[in-house]
C-alpha cells in the first residue's frame, strides 16, 4: 500500500500506521509505504486522521520506450479488477523522458487497458472524469512504472463533519498533524483563541473521544472492488462503537469574529460535540486563560486581510498576550505569514513546514515559563 499524506507529516503518520497495525512502514516523500490484507486496508481508510489517501500497487515494471508503456500495462489482467460496465480514470505523477506530455503517457494506459477489454468482450469500460468507480494512479519515474489502484475515494480531509466554514480554514489531515505533533493528549486542556470553523477542537475531540475521523463517510473507493469483503468491513464499521471513549475534554474554542463562531457552534452541534467543546465569542487579546496550563493551538489570519503594519503589531500583540498570560502553557502557531510570525517575540521551542493545501506554513512552538 502506499499512503499519501502533505509534506512534513510523513513521520507522524507513520507512528499512526503503527498504532494501527501496521508493521514496517517506509517513509518516503509525501508517502509511506508498507503491506496491507483487506482489514487493515479498511482500518487505515478508516482510523487515519494523517493520511489524504490509501493507494493498493497492482503493478511494477521498467521500461524501454514509450510503447513498453502500453505493452506492460496490457499485463495486469484488469478484466479481474475493472467490471466491462464500470468507469475508471488514471491520474498519474510522471517525470520520464520517455513521454513529452503526461497526458501521452495517460493515453497510452488507457489504450492498453481498453484494448485489453475489447479484445475480450468486444466491449470496455469507460472514462469518467468526476465519479469513476475506479481511479488509478500511474507513477514513472524515468524508466519505472508503478500502477496503484485508488482505495479512499474522496480524500480523507473531507471528513463529512463540516457543514458550514469560513474563509481561510485549516485542513481537517493538517489540523490532526499539528495536534499529534504537539503531543496533545485527552487529558492535556487545548485552547484554539481563534478556531474559525472549529477544526482543530473537533479533531481534538475526535481524537480525545477515539472516533474514526471517517465515521460520517458512506462511501470508500474500496467498495468497488471485486474483492471487497463485506464481512470484513462490517466488522471493521462495528469496531467504532466498542472503541468509543467516554472521557471529560477541557476543549476551548474562541473566536473574535460572530459570524466565525456561530459557524463553529453549527458544525459542533450537529456532531453532538457541543458539550465537549467550550464556545466563546471573544478576542484573544482579552482572553484569561480558562486552565491553569494546557496547549495552545492557534492559527492566525494571515497576509492579504490587514495591512503588513497592523498584521504585524498584531502579531507582536498575541506574543505578549502569550508571554504576559499565559505562563504553564505550551503555544503552537501556525501561519503562512513568515513575516509576521517573526514579530511574535518569543523564541521558538521548535519549528516545523507544513502544507495548508499549497499554501506554505511554519508551525511554530513557543514554551511559555
Ligand atoms: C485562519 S482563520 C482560522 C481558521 C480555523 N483554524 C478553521 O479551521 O476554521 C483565523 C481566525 O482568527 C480569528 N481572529 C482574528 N483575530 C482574532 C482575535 N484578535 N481574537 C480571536 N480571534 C481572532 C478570525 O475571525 C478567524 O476566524
Excluded at 499512503?3 to 508493521?23: H, N, R, Y
Excluded at 489482467?77 to 495517460?106: C, E, H, M
Excluded at 480554514?169 to 484554539?192: F, H, Q
Excluded at 465537549?276 to 491553569?292: G, K, S, T
Aim: with cysteine; net charge positive; aromatic share 10%.
Amino acid at each position: 500500500m502506499l499512503a499519501k499524506t502533505m509534506a512534513g507529516l510523513e513521520q507522524p503518520l507513520a507512528d499512526e500506521l503503527v498504532e494501527l497495525g501496521v508493521k514496517d512502514p517506509v517513509i518516503g516523500n509525501r508517502a509511506i509505504t508498507f503491506k496491507a490484507n483487506h482489514e487493515l486496508t479498511y482500518k487505515v481508510n478508516l482510523w487515519s486522521r494523517l493520511a489524504l489517501r490509501f493507494l493498493r500497487k497492482v503493478d511494477e515494471f521498467t521500461i524501454s520506450d514509450a510503447q513498453g508503456l502500453y505493452d506492460g500495462m496490457g499485463k495486469t489482467p484488469w478484466f479481474k479488477i475493472i467490471g466491462v460496465d464500470q468507469t475508471f480514470r488514471i491520474d498519474n505523477t510522471i517525470s520520464s523522458d520517455f513521454f513529452n506530455s503526461p497526458l501521452y503517457a495517460v493515453q497510452l494506459a488507457k489504450d492498453a487497458i481498453v484494448d485489453q477489454f475489447r479484445r475480450r468482450f468486444n466491449k470496455r469500460p469507460s472514462i469518467e472524469k468526476e465519479y469513476p468507480d475506479f481511479t488509478l494512479l500511474l507513477a514513472i519515474k524515468q524508466n519505472h512504472c508503478t500502477v496503484y489502484l485508488d482505495s479512499t475515494g474522496d480524500a480523507l480531509f473531507k471528513r463529512g463533519y463540516r457543514i458550514s466554514t469560513v474563509a481561510a480554514p485549516i485542513n481537517e489531515v493538517l489540523a490532526a498533524g499539528i495536534l499529534r505533533i504537539s503531543g496533545w493528549k485527552p487529558e492535556i486542556p487545548l485552547i484554539d483563541p481563534m478556531c474559525g470553523s472549529g477544526t482543530f477542537p473537533v479533531e481534538a475531540a475526535l481524537m480525545g473521544m477515539n472516533i474514526p475521523p471517517g465515521f460520517k463517510r458512506n462511501h470508500f473507493g474500496f467498495m468497488k472492488w471485486p474483492d471487497f469483503q463485506t464481512m470484513a468491513w462490517k466488522k471493521c464499521k462495528a469496531g467504532i462503537f466498542r472503541e468509543q471513549k467516554d472521557v471529560e475534554l477541557a476543549i476551548y474554542g474562541y473566536d473574535v469574529s460572530k459570524r466565525n463562531l456561530e459557524i463553529a457552534k453549527e458544525n459542533i452541534r450537529l456532531l453532538r460535540m457541543h458539550k465537549d467543546i467550550h464556545l466563546e465569542h471573544m478576542d484573544f487579546l482579552q482572553l484569561d486563560p480558562p486552565e491553569p496550563n494546557g496547549i495552545i493551538i492557534m492559527n492566525p489570519p494571515y497576509g492579504e486581510r490587514l495591512i503588513k503594519e497592523n498584521m504585524q503589531a498584531f502579531y507582536r500583540n498575541i506574543g505578549d498576550t502569550l508571554k504576559k498570560k499565559f505562563q504553564g502553557y505550551t503555544a503552537w502557531i501556525v501561519s503562512s505569514d513568515m513575516d509576521s510570525l517573526k514579530h511574535i517575540g518569543l523564541k521558538p521551542s521548535s519549528k516545523h513546514t507544513v502544507f495548508n493545501g499549497k499554501l506554505e506554513c511554519k508551525l511554530l512552538s513557543f514554551k511559555l515559563y
